[in-house]
């Protein structure tokens, strides 16, 4: 069962204080901006290192599923400050694997970016799981030993073996 529970604060000062319980908790981050605001990319960058931060992401950005999606992608080309290149290259540059334009007002690829965000989270656990060895001996504990349960005999403070 998948469970979506987005918190969409944009970037309002009076939620700051909820940064680190909502962030450590995270199993995703979407970082979104305004293709007609060039300020708005710019800032991009900041709450990727605010989320790094208060979120504690220690194994490296590549082992997390951030997302980054350009939002109004309805708008007139000559409104356009961040071109999709920009978007591509600044992804790049910041080892995120995972990008799309999308318009909220004509819900175009919105549900995509959800899907997208939601396979790259799938394909970065089972590669985790797999470095684990988990996927090929799931829950699997095998012990070893020449004691068996009928030649032991314990009580609360002590062991006895018979021989």
Known sequence: MLIDLVWDTAG???FKSLRTPFYRGSDICILA????????FTNIKMWLNEFLHYAGVKNGIERYPFMVVGNKSDVPSKDREVTYDQLKQWCEDNKIATYIETSAKNDNNVVEAF???VQRWLELE???EKELGRLDHPDTVTLHGSSTASNIRATCCSRFTET
């Open 12 to 14: 309002q000062e009076r």
């Open 33 to 40: 901006y305004a293709i007609d605001d060039r300020s708005s």
């Open 115 to 117: 899907s997208m965000a």
């Open 126 to 128: 089972q590669r985790a």
